[in-house]
């Protein structure tokens, strides 16, 4: 900087200072002298506006470093923030897959373990109304008075009162041991530092219905403030809600069906009396033709069969939810078919159909036999469903086959020259799976296939334009009885 100003050469004054001083020349001396002092003031004056210089540059380079410091802390923060928020999406992301894999009640305390271990929480609590869910007895969630839940809201906050979730540090909030369970703050003084969430679980068809609280905690005091945002967790909250509400109204309506099926098969059995009974009165009486009584009889016979099917239909609930208890004995299946085939004698003429039994491979004959392991009456069921369905799909004066084959599996195989519709052919076996029947329900090839995996067999079905349709029930063989060891000639 002090290159800007024309300073004289000092040396060369100092040269003519001591010449002038030799000379004795005092004019000379004292312009001299003049020049010096002139030429150092100025440097002193040049040094000083260098050293203000510097010292502005140094100040002006320390407020920028603050301000590149400060910028690069709101960065930070900004990018910590999204970083933030998009881990939490991820992890709210998959605490509603872990959600929606939730099918029963039987399922909460897996998918609350799930969901404290996703989080990292220290704690998890699940608050449900008792009236509500008492009935189903829920595991994993807390049973609780609707009045209790709504005072432990309002005394947490106006806000939490209104239904809107709350985030505070524990010693905020006045019961922790009410949303946390009466463990929770034994031994807990530390964690009692932290921070939770609390969130009302409202009805998702009214939205002013609470229905439970879902609470967090975790011992970071910084997690859980009323300066974040909690869009994610109360979003979860209602997912979790919602899934709850679904899932209890599908018990109850569960319920309610097997309370009508129960009432209805009672309100059915008693016109039944009379068809069972007035038979066998006919029958005291006399003076009846052999016609009449064969009659009579198929009439009774029909009478108990749709009593053991009344009885039966709560039989198929339980098997389409697994829980039904067969209880095997031997079964001829042609004693089966020859009591299907008096039942439906009528649509076979009136549809000019034939009906042929096939028994290892050559017609049936007097004395054949083909015994299988199950329950009578639901095989009756099956066999039934799967002809009748083979007689409404053949065309008029076709032929229907039973063919029973002995292999690896006990095969009953029921063919028809009909073709199944493209669009049921993968769904053939599925419930309400029906093409072509004005009346039909799509529930007969369903419960055959019920009945089949009940008794340890499997069901398939096969069908083209030009071979027809057969559906193939394949039995598992009964196992043989072990021969007893030979005797050792030893120990003979």
């Not at 603050?66 to 999204?82: E, I, P, S, Y």
Request: glycine share 6%; with cysteine; charged share 25%.
């Amino acid at each position: 900087m002090t290159d800007n100003f024309d300073f004289p050469d000092i040396q060369e004054r100092l040269v003519k200072l001591e010449e002038a001083f030799a000379d004795h020349n005092a004019y000379q001396f004292k312009k001299t002298m003049a020049e010096l002092r002139r030429a150092a003031k100025m440097r002193a004056n040049a040094a000083a506006l260098s050293r203000a210089e510097l010292l502005d540059c140094r100040k002006e380079s320390e407020r920028t470093r603050k301000q590149c410091m400060d910028l690069q802390a709101k960065l930070k923060t900004v990018v910590d923030r999204f970083e933030g928020s998009f881990t939490a999406f991820e992890k709210f992301r998959k605490a509603i897959r872990v959600v929606e894999m939730m099918r029963g009640h039987e399922d909460l305390p897996v998918i609350l373990e799930r969901i404290q271990d996703l989080f990292g929480l220290h704690a998890v609590s699940l608050l449900l109304d008792a009236a509500e869910f008492g009935p189903f007895d829920p595991p994993g969630a807390r049973l609780v008075p609707l009045n209790a839940m709504r005072d432990a809201l309002a005394a947490l906050s106006p806000e939490a009162a209104k239904g809107r979730p709350c985030m505070c540090p524990v010693s905020a909030v006045p019961d922790p041991a009410f949303f946390f369970g009466p463990d929770f703050c034994a031994g807990r003084k530390v964690l009692l530092l932290g921070s939770c969430f609390i969130s009302p679980l409202r009805d998702k068809f009214g939205a002013q219905r609470l229905i439970g609280i879902l609470s967090f905690f975790d011992s970071n005091p910084d997690r859980y403030t009323s300066e974040k945002g909690s869009e994610f967790a109360s979003h979860f909250a209602d997912i979790l809600g919602y899934t709850i509400v679904d899932i209890t109204d599908r018990k109850k309506a569960e319920r309610l069906r097997e309370d009508v099926e129960r009432m209805t098969r009672h309100d059915l059995k008693s016109p039944l009396t009379a068809v069972l009974t007035l038979p066998q009165l006919l029958r005291r009486d006399g003076n009846l033709t052999e016609r009449q009584t064969d009659m009579l009889g198929l009439m009774q016979h029909a009478g108990y069969r749709m009593l053991n099917m009344i009885n039966q239909s709560l039989d198929l609930y339980r098997m389409e939810r697994g829980v039904y208890e067969l209880s095997p004995d031997k079964v001829d299946m042609l004693s089966i078919v020859d009591n299907i085939a008096g039942e439906l004698h009528g649509m076979l003429e009136a549809s000019r159909l034939s009906l042929s039994v096939l028994v290892r491979g050559a017609p049936r004959a007097p004395g054949d036999a083909f015994v299988v392991r199950g329950e009578e009456m639901l095989l009756y069921t099956m066999l039934s469903n799967l002809v009748k369905n083979a007689m409404e799909a053949s065309p008029e004066g076709a032929r229907v086959t039973v063919d029973m084959r002995e292999g690896a599996t006990l095969d009953v195989a029921i063919s028809n020259e009909g073709a199944v519709p493209a669009r049921i052919r993968d769904c053939f076996f599925e419930k309400y799976a029906t093409a072509g029947k004005k009346d039909g329900t799509g529930l007969g090839t369903y419960g055959a296939r019920l009945i089949a995996e009940t008794h340890g067999a499997k069901i398939a079905m096969a069908t083209s334009e030009e071979a027809g349709t057969t559906v193939t029930v394949s039995f598992p063989r009964p196992r043989q009885p072990r021969k007893a060891a030979a005797p050792d000639a030893l120990s003979a």
